[in-house]
């Protein structure tokens, strides 16, 4: 059993900056990607930022240069420093994991945490 559970959501003028956390626990042997996707009402749900084990990181151009993710892999943890944040950031913000947990590297899964509301908005 896996569970992500996230952390950081809330309202926030523009401008301001918020950070998400996520930590994923439960029978984990390789944890490969750590990652955020948001929808907002009305929209298709996208992907914001992941990063790998290796540390090698993927933003969205929305987002790029105004927000960082980072890992804590002795954790297992994830974290979405987001600044400048702007009206248009508003959404439900997922976080996401892909690992197995049977040491089989071929068959990855990926699982969701619990959502996190962001709001920006003065």
């Known amino acids: 059993q896996v569970q992500l559970v996230e952390s950081g959501g809330g309202l926030v003028q523009p401008g301001g900056s918020l950070r998400l956390s996520c930590t994923a626990s439960?029978?984990?042997?390789?944890?490969?990607?750590m990652g955020w996707y948001r929808q907002a009402p009305g929209k298709e749900r996208e992907l914001v930022a992941d990063?790998?084990?290796?540390?090698?990181?993927k933003y969205a151009d929305s987002v790029s240069g105004r927000f960082t993710i980072s890992r804590d892999n002795t954790k297992n943890t994830a974290y979405l420093q987001m600044n400048n944040l702007k009206p248009e950031d508003t959404a439900v913000y997922y976080c996401?994991?892909?690992?197995?947990?049977?040491?089989?590297?071929?068959?990855?899964?990926?699982?969701w945490g619990q959502g996190t509301q962001v709001t920006v908005a003065s």
């Open positions: 996401y994991a892909n690992l197995d947990t049977d040491g089989d590297y071929r068959r990855p899964s990926t699982y």
């Open positions: 439960g029978s984990i042997v390789n944890l490969y990607i």
């Open positions: 990063m790998t084990n290796m540390n090698d990181a």
